[in-house]
């Protein structure tokens, strides 16, 4: 138990401590399928790539139900896009083609007046995932810092890192959920402890009514002994006033015999009712040897819901701490 209490207070500062976490965008050129070309990078801690890539075709994908409609862009493009590559296509479709997500003609007014094409590519590192985007005028030039300005480069770079931010969190929410998925685990065990206290007792219950009923029982069975003793010790005064070799002497030996067999045949089942009630009476003690064991699982099974439960606050601080 020291140990469990000491790692569980380890995960927790470490939660604690991790509760803060900036999402930076770094840029430089990175190897891609069109060469080498400028790169918007972020790291998405504790992510599989896996995971962030789904979550990079929603975002990317977030299009105007008015885009989604008509898709303008099939016909208009820009004024950067090739003669030879205005062949109607599939814009709204993120494909991928050898590791590499890519996603034709998307509009995000915040970034730039123009469609553009996307690559991406996810990397698995031993700290999360880290995310790269290039940004293309469709069918055409790569978007770099030699060709548009600044500001141009600062909107790109707030769309990754407000990409990487809805990734980090879904991420920690996916942990909320699984931490939230354990305490129901963990109370379901509980609930197991509980219901088979209850079981126990209702046992216990049952096994006290048995009891009383072969207890009944038993007084009935000597109560039939105290008759047939009344009746034995009559039939042998008579008996005793018969000559011996007479049909009436044979009968009433043969009565006695009969009444002996019957008073045997109640100390048998005096026996067996005894019999039976040392065995409830063992049952009992079983039942109350298990209820008190479920006692102490309870309580170190509440314990451990507790733990549980204190992993999913810190969980939720992390998320919204993400920025």
Not at 189 to 198: G, M, P, S
Request: hydrophobic share 35%; aromatic share 8%; glycine share 4%.
């Amino acid at each position: 138990m020291k140990q469990i209490f000491f790692l569980f207070t380890a995960i927790i500062m470490a939660l604690n401590a991790s509760s803060q976490y900036k999402v930076e965008v770094e840029t430089g050129e990175k190897s891609m399928s069109k060469g080498t070309q400028m790169a918007f990078t972020v790291m998405i801690p504790e992510a599989k790539t896996e995971e962030v890539e789904p979550l990079w075709k929603k975002y990317v994908n977030n299009r105007s139900v008015g885009e989604r409609i008509s898709n303008l862009t099939t016909q208009v493009g820009n004024i950067f896009k090739s003669e030879e590559n205005k062949a109607s296509r599939d814009h709204l479709k993120v494909e991928k083609k050898g590791g590499e997500l890519y996603v034709r003609s998307i509009e995000v007014n915040k970034i730039s007046n123009f469609s553009m094409d996307v690559y991406a590519r996810t990397t698995q590192l031993a700290e999360g995932c880290q995310f790269s985007a290039f940004f293309q005028y469709t069918d055409s030039v790569f978007i770099n810092e030699s060709n548009v300005d600044d500001e141009r480069i600062l909107s790109l770079k707030s769309y990754i890192r407000d990409f990487g931010v809805e990734a980090y969190q879904s991420v920690v929410d996916n942990q909320i959920k699984e931490a939230k998925k354990e305490v129901s685990k963990q109370e379901g065990v509980l609930k197991d402890i509980e219901a088979n206290t209850e079981k126990q007792e209702r046992s216990i219950t049952r096994y006290e009514s048995n009891i009383q009923k072969f207890n009944a029982g038993i007084f009935e069975v000597e109560n039939d002994i105290v008759r047939v003793n009344e009746i034995i010790t009559l039939k042998k005064t008579s008996f005793s006033a018969k000559l011996k070799g007479t049909p009436e002497f044979d009968e009433a030996k043969k009565e006695l015999k009969a009444l002996e067999r019957e008073k045997s045949g109640c100390f048998r089942e005096i026996k067996s009712l005894k019999g039976k009630i040392k065995s409830k009476e063992m049952d009992i003690k079983s039942a109350k040897n298990t209820i008190e064991k479920n006692e102490l699982d309870r309580i170190k099974q509440q314990l451990v819901i507790q733990e549980k439960e204190q992993l999913v606050g810190p969980l939720v601080k992390k998320k919204e701490g993400i920025q």
